[in-house]
């Protein structure tokens, strides 16, 4: 397995050292612990875990200034945030999530692999966001699997800095990048760039959109939580 990943990796142009390689078997071996007590993931097969899980997730790297601060919005089993800290030393990564459990297998991860400069943080994004020690204070606002466009918007911009960016990760979305062109407008961000491609060892279409910040949030974004999934923008 380490092979595949180190062969997957340089397919997307990442360069994994040995010990980056150590840190995600670890990883795995942890997710498939976990994930026989709590639900984490549906996926389990090793392979599998290394290209939809690990690589997936590594494809936004090279989206990530250097010494960014990042949010990971929803982060579940750690995915994109801890395979982007693996890779990514020079990134300070904040994994936000509603379940402790989850926060508790993140935290035993974060441990096991000796990662710095990354915490766990526990609550609802509507919450964290207007929180004003998280509201508007990243480079840097992710989320992979989470919500539409439009819902997701609402939730992950409010955390992000003017001038910074919210890279956004899906599958094929061209009729959601369209249906939250409102929504992106009303919070003050717009498109910068968009990379569709393929993970061929899965035959995926994946796309990544990248929208920069050009002004303050509204103060009435997030709106109180449940509301954005329920009634998009």
Request: with cysteine; net charge neutral.
């Amino acid at each position: 397995m380490e092979t595949l990943l180190k062969e997957q990796a340089k397919k997307i142009n990442i360069e994994l050292t040995d010990h980056m390689i150590e840190q995600f078997m670890k990883y795995k071996s942890l997710l498939k612990e976990w994930n026989e007590k709590i639900n984490l993931t549906a996926i389990t097969e090793d392979r599998e875990i290394i290209i939809k899980h690990f690589i997936d997730s590594l494809t936004i790297a090279k989206y990530i200034p250097e010494n960014a601060y990042m949010i990971d919005v929803g982060t579940g089993a750690g995915f994109p945030g801890i395979p982007v800290k693996i890779f990514r030393k020079d990134v300070k990564v904040v994994l936000l999530d509603s379940l402790n459990k989850r926060l508790n297998f993140l935290n035993e991860v974060i441990k096991e692999l000796e990662l710095e400069e990354i915490e766990t943080v526990h609550g609802r994004a509507e919450d964290a966001g207007n929180n004003l020690k998280y509201r508007e204070k990243f480079d840097v606002a992710t989320a992979r699997a989470v919500a539409n466009i439009s819902t997701l918007s609402e939730l992950c911009t409010p955390f992000v800095k003017v001038g910074g960016t919210f890279i956004c990760m899906k599958a094929n979305a061209d009729e959601e990048i369209k249906n939250a062109q409102k929504a992106l407008e009303i919070l003050k961000m717009e498109e910068e760039q968009k990379e569709q491609f393929k993970i061929e060892e899965i035959d995926s279409e994946r796309t990544i959109i990248i929208y920069r910040k050009k002004n303050n949030t509204p103060k009435q974004y997030p709106r109180k939580a449940g509301t954005p999934a329920k009634q998009p923008i």
